[in-house]
């Protein structure tokens, strides 16, 4: 099993600043691509951010040059530093991860967060 634990999300004006993180643990091998989803009431769940485990980065058109991915693979954790936050990127925000368990087949794994929730509103 692995497990991804998300924190940050909360309550923020317009134009302020949040920061995610997400930390995998568990029976983990290898992490391979981490990333941030976000769904919003009565919406597909849709790709933020994404970064391999070489650092490559890849952002959806409406947060690219606002957000920015990173990680730390020493900590096996993500994070999500969002500026200039608008009203429409109000939404639950979930973490995402793949790679290999640490088991005798290393067998991929694709797990997913619980949800931290991000709301944009004065």
């Known amino acids: 099993q692995v497990q991804l634990v998300e924190s940050g999300g909360g309550l923020v004006q317009p134009g302020g600043s949040l920061r995610l993180s997400c930390a995998a643990s568990g029976n983990i091998f290898r992490l391979d691509v981490m990333g941030w989803y976000r769904q919003a009431p009565g919406k597909q769940r849709d790709k933020v951010a994404s970064i391999t485990s070489g650092g490559s980065t890849a952002y959806a058109d409406s947060v690219k040059g606002r957000f920015t991915i990173s990680r730390d693979n020493a900590k096996n954790t993500v994070y999500l530093q969002m500026n200039s936050l608008k009203p429409e990127d109000t939404a639950v925000y979930y973490c995402?991860?793949?790679?290999?368990?640490?088991?005798?087949?290393?067998?991929?794994?694709?797990?997913w967060g619980q949800g931290t929730q991000v709301t944009v509103s004065s």
């Open positions: 995402n991860a793949d790679g290999l368990y640490n088991d005798r087949y290393r067998n991929r794994f694709d797990s």
